[in-house]
């Protein structure tokens, strides 16, 4: 069994992550120096995966979060698989994480998103919308409560309320 001890440096780059994600990128320039950062995270934590030093649910779900902020189909897949198994040892917030990087898988991939977590930014009203297309016609009557993803339209209500906030 692997050791039960979080991984300090992981916590850091998830932290680094987390924080990069409170900034505005405005420019192309700023967009491609987080892509850059988002690279070198992914190719931290995949080595680190290697060594096998990704073990605790905490780990878990900090490489997670880490690989959802990928380029590729790949890297949204391995935020799914590695925030299924968080969840599965019982770490509550990577539940909503697995139906998110189901989301962003399968628009990756060009399907529709079934959990309806995928939102993008419109700069002309300067508010976020829903990505579309989603099927969520195979939904579990309880399935969006067991994931902890909230209403399309409330969680609208919250990123809109953070863009106001801002100004």
Not at 73 to 102: C, E, N, T, Y
């Amino acid at each position: 069994m692997p050791p039960e001890t979080d991984n300090l440096k992981l916590q850091e780059l998830y932290q680094a992550d987390q924080s990069d994600r409170e900034r505005v990128y405005s420019t192309p320039d700023m967009v491609e120096t987080l892509r850059e950062r988002d690279s070198q995270r992914r190719t931290l934590v995949h080595d680190m995966m290697a060594r096998g030093e990704v073990n605790t649910h905490k780990d878990l779900y900090h490489a997670a979060v880490i690989f959802l902020h990928g380029a590729a189909p790949k890297d949204f897949l391995a935020a799914h698989r590695l925030s299924v198994m968080s969840a599965v040892k019982g770490h509550i917030p990577s539940r909503w994480l697995s139906a998110a990087s189901l989301d962003r898988f399968l628009m990756s991939a060009g399907l529709a998103q079934t959990y309806g977590t995928q939102f993008e930014h419109n700069p002309e009203d300067n508010k976020y919308q829903l990505r579309l297309p989603i099927d969520d016609t195979t939904l579990l009557s309880f399935e969006k409560k067991f994931f902890n993803v909230p209403a399309i339209a409330e969680r609208l209500a919250q990123l809109n309320g953070k863009i106001q906030a801002k100004s």
